[in-house]
């Protein structure tokens, strides 16, 4: 069994990647490189075509600005099966932007350092590997000097997101209150997501009319970081986003050391890890809730609700022994009962729930490979062990999907999956977890 699901995630990994040199997540529905899909699929690649996952992260990297940005899509082609598209982000509006690709303004969640590191842990050929990585590793501590410097507002080592794309957890409801401050123009434009995935399970289109107003800000002012920060109607403290950053940094500073000679990078990324840690703890731990929240800048308030990037801070050494607990235990009793797949991707218990629509409910592998990880570096095995087995479950009885239903017997459906079929962090991720060992 095991095998067979090996060859097929293998077929979906290879029927995904493309001619460039890179590979998409989804056939039709997501027709190019996005940025932390990519680190996940290299992961994928490193287990059976080591080639395919050092060119994966050499061309995602290769797309990096002038001041160390790396943007959440680059448009190597010229697909029309997605909206928006290169025309509408005009990322040749910033200075720095690359002349080479077409790219959008955003980000999304640093994920290198660490895929830099697991990559080696995976490589064969441990000095083929250590070199590519020194090729590489400056670009990713470049892109987190970029967000040091002009995405720490308070200087407090928390960097902030400018739109729920740069999330990756796009259509949450954790972003309904910010909707609400804001009254974007009704846009003509013609969807493609819908026309490949059912609307049911797809953001609505006033939730696209704020994503889209959010850009043309950005755009009127050519995606300059102090004017974003200054004008933007979403401006968020993720905890997913800084964990992740925190968690790369680590990676980054053990690699850098292992190499040596880079005493100063490593020590530019000490402080302002020192930095981050506290600040995740003190500013967005929420002791009554159990479990990290967001932070909404623009209007200074918290947002508590609890969904997946809530435990996410796990995969980190940012939490101590007892916020640790007080996560697994939140984890346990809110999205971990009998009849249900760990883990949701928003509180099951709140009213906001949906367990068919996109971000709102449904379980990604993604985040289940982070929560895994992270369960099990602060001593969690059962519920790592469950999640996992989960992850593997859900897989094998439905097929590659970009999402699924947490519930084990689903009321709405034959299937548990949804969104785009054979998908590539889906593929990727289940080799990584049954090649566990390496
Ligand atoms: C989804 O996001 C894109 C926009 O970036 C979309 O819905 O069009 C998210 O799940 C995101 O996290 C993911 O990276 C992307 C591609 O898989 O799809």
């Not at 300059?224 to 680590?250: G, T, Y």
């Not at 099951?348 to 570096?377: D, Q, S």
């Not at 709405?412 to 962090?425: L, T």
Request: hydrophobic share 35%; aromatic share 14%.
């Amino acid at each position: 069994m095991k095998e067979q699901m090996i060859d097929k995630a293998i077929q979906v990994l290879d029927s995904n990647f493309q001619d460039g040199g890179f590979t998409i997540p989804s056939k039709g529905l997501y027709p190019f490189q996005w940025k932390w899909d990519s680190g996940f699929i290299a992961l994928g690649f490193a287990h059976y075509d080591i080639s395919k996952a050092k060119k994966e992260v050499e061309t995602i990297l290769d797309a990096q600005w002038e001041n160390g940005f790396i943007p959440h899509i680059v448009f190597h082609n010229d697909s029309d099966t997605y909206f928006p598209g290169p025309n509408f982000h005009e990322s040749n509006l910033h200075p720095l932007a690359s002349k080479k690709y077409r790219s959008t303004g955003m980000t999304q969640p640093p994920v290198f350092g660490f895929i830099l590191e697991r990559l080696y842990e995976i490589a064969k050929d441990k000095e083929d590997m250590m070199n590519f990585i020194k090729k590489q590793i400056d670009k990713v501590y470049e892109n987190h000097v970029y967000f040091y410097e002009n995405r720490d507002l308070n200087n407090d080592g928390l960097v902030y997101i400018y739109h729920n794309w740069e999330s990756g957890t796009d259509n949450s409801p954790l972003w309904d209150d910010i909707w609400e401050t804001m009254n974007p123009p009704e846009y003509t434009f013609e969807r493609r997501d819908t026309s490949h995935v059912d609307a049911s399970q797809r953001p609505s289109k006033r939730e696209y009319d704020h994503y889209l107003y959010i850009i043309e800000i950005a755009k009127e002012h050519n995606y300059h970081d102090a004017k974003i920060a200054e004008l933007s109607p979403f401006l968020v403290l993720d905890p997913l986003f800084n964990s992740v950053l925190i968690r790369s940094n680590e990676s980054l500073i053990r690699l850098y050391e292992s190499i040596g000679n880079n005493e100063e990078k490593v020590d530019y990324l000490k402080q302002h890890q020192l930095k981050s840690v506290q600040s995740l703890n003190s500013k967005l731990f929420h002791k009554d809730l159990g479990a990290y929240v967001h932070f909404d800048l623009r209007n200074n308030r918290q947002i508590p609700y609890i969904c997946s990037s809530s435990f996410a801070p796990l995969y980190s050494s940012a939490p101590t022994r007892l916020i640790a607990e007080s996560l697994a235990k939140t984890m346990l009793e809110k999205f971990g009962d009998a009849g249900r797949y760990l883990c949701a991707s928003f509180d099951p218990t709140h009213e906001k729930f949906n367990p068919k629509k996109y971000w709102r409910g449904p379980v990604w592998i993604n985040m289940n490979w982070i929560l895994y990880h992270g369960l099990k570096r602060h001593g969690f095995y059962d519920l790592a062990s469950r999640i996992k087995s989960d992850s593997l479950e859900l897989i094998e009885k439905n097929g590659f999907f970009e999402y699924f239903d947490s519930r084990q017997s689903n009321p709405d459906a034959d299937s548990n999956g949804y969104g785009g079929n054979n998908f590539s962090w889906t593929a990727a991720l289940l080799i990584d977890f049954l090649k566990e060992e390496v």
